[in-house]
């Protein structure tokens, strides 16, 4: 009886804490964020400016949809391309997760989220490419806080009432309107209804549900077998990690050309991801087998998947740029990286609160914000709303807040494109006067040829930042140097 009783009391107590959570993250203020019209503003890779050329007024503006002003310049088109990368948040009601009870990832899942979004952008470039663009991106409106604190107070009175009554609290879900694709006789509208498929087919692959490829729930569960629990802290390079584990684990067809690699304390194997671009998938016996659909076209790149001898790879780089505070020295280099187009982002944020870089204004970062509480969305449905997955509004944190703590991202379409990125990357990585060393460096040939993981065990060596106890190592401010 009394197990039965504690049972209940944490249940109840799991329900409350959930309730909690969901409106401290329901509660969005709609504040501007702040761009110069003066400097150019980097979002993975593109490069925009606002302000026109005759253009005389005041040099800051603010990120406003509904002002007037807004379309001056660039900003129109930064703000399509940024409401167009894939938003992953909180989400509510959700089914329960592996290995618990917990029916929400609010207050503890920003960093899976990030790295959903940063594995979305990889997946966006290896469909449709980095020009792509949602056609509804700018008919999205911008978070109201009246509409959304409102809904999260009404969420509060259900879910409390449901606690007490130990039945489930209503969603403030409503289902669109049946959306019917309609026939196409032109080539122009054939293709871009190809590229909704894929929009929304790789959306589908990230739905809060245990059967979604690439969903919280896979990524929960793979988090079990690193020690790591529904409810826990992730870090960026536990996640990615179990990013990796996923789109290695991904069943779906379309996912057989392309796979995940991640350095080994800060060190890229040029061997080992030439390898993982050539090697087919267990079972399968070439890279050709990769029923994915036909690569949308006008110039759009055709997925590794279609290509006789080779397949995409994620690159994954845990890093680490500083010491207890990031090295403001780095900020260079991470203006440097997300300049690139096919650099996929960095996950990291500050202490203990996640988010997704995106890009830069002068000492600024770009960042997409994952604590947000959203309801669940069922993405089963051949019509499910897209909207709560693309965000209208960019925020700004300045690199000196940022934790040292990340993992950057890259996408290699093939080994001719890694030869290029690693060439690229190598001059970017150059030690300016200013910094000590690279944040990561590219090393030829295979990580086992080196033995760093020798005296770990199985478990450990999936870690980065282990440094093998038999070489010397000398420390140098905030570095360690090997």
Request: charged residues 20%; contains cysteine; negative net charge.
């Amino acid at each position: 009886m009394e197990n039965k009783g504690s049972d209940e009391v944490e249940k109840l107590k799991t329900k409350f804490l959930s309730v909690w959570h969901n409106v401290k993250y329901s509660w969005a203020l709609k504040l501007k964020t702040s761009f110069s019209r003066n400097s150019p503003v980097l979002l993975l890779g593109k490069c925009y400016h606002f302000k026109a050329e005759d253009d005389d007024s005041p040099t800051e503006a603010c990120y406003e949809p509904a002002e007037e002003d807004f379309v001056m310049g660039n900003v129109e088109a930064f703000r399509k391309d940024f409401t167009s990368r894939v938003w992953l948040t909180y989400r509510e009601e959700i089914p329960p997760l592996p290995g618990s009870t917990l029916t929400s990832d609010c207050g503890w899942g920003c960093m899976l989220r990030a790295g959903q979004m940063m594995l979305a952008q990889a997946l966006i470039l290896h469909f449709l490419g980095r020009d792509w663009t949602w056609s509804k991106a700018l008919a999205l409106q911008p978070l109201d806080t009246e509409t959304w604190t409102t809904t999260a107070a009404k969420r509060l009175v259900a879910s409390l009432e449901s606690s007490l009554q130990g039945s489930p609290g209503p969603s403030d879900h409503e289902s669109p309107p049946v959306h019917q694709a309609q026939a196409s006789a032109s080539a122009e509208e054939a293709d871009e209804h190809l590229k909704e498929m894929y929009h929304r087919t790789l959306v589908s692959w990230f739905g809060d549900s245990p059967s979604a490829q690439l969903g919280l729930h896979r990524l929960v569960r793979l988090g079990l077998t690193m020690g790591k629990q529904a409810g826990d802290w992730y870090g960026p390079a536990v996640v990615a990690h179990i990013l990796k584990k996923a789109v290695e684990e991904a069943m779906d067809p379309s996912l057989a050309g392309i796979t995940a690699y991640v350095s080994q304390d800060c060190t890229v194997y040029s061997a080992d991801v030439i390898d993982s671009h050539m090697a087919p998938r267990p079972g399968q016996a070439s890279p050709e087998r990769s029923d994915a659909p036909p690569s949308p076209q006008n110039n759009q790149p055709v997925p590794a998947s279609t290509l006789s001898d080779s397949r995409a790879v994620i690159i994954l780089i845990p890093v680490r740029l500083g010491g207890e505070k990031t090295n403001p020295d780095y900020f260079n280099f991470a203006k440097s990286i997300l300049s690139l187009e096919y650099c996929i982002g960095i996950i990291g944020g500050k202490p203990k609160q996640a988010c997704y870089f995106v890009g830069f204004q002068d000492d600024s970062l770009i960042y997409m914000d994952p604590h947000y509480c959203q309801s669940f969305v069922d993405v089963s449905t051949s019509d499910f709303p897209l909207q709560s997955y693309h965000c209208p509004s960019p925020k700004k944190m300045p690199f000196s807040k940022m934790d040292p703590s990340c993992t950057i991202g890259f996408y290699s379409r093939s080994v001719q494109d890694y030869e290029r990125i690693r060439h690229e990357l190598s001059k970017v990585l150059q030690p300016s006067a200013k910094e000590k060393y690279p944040a990561f460096t590219f090393v030829q040939g295979h990580g086992r040829d080196y033995d760093l993981s020798a005296s770990l065990t199985p478990e450990k060596r999936e870690w980065p930042f282990i440094r093998d106890p038999r070489r010397t190592v000398t420390t140098t401010g905030d570095f360690v140097l090997l």
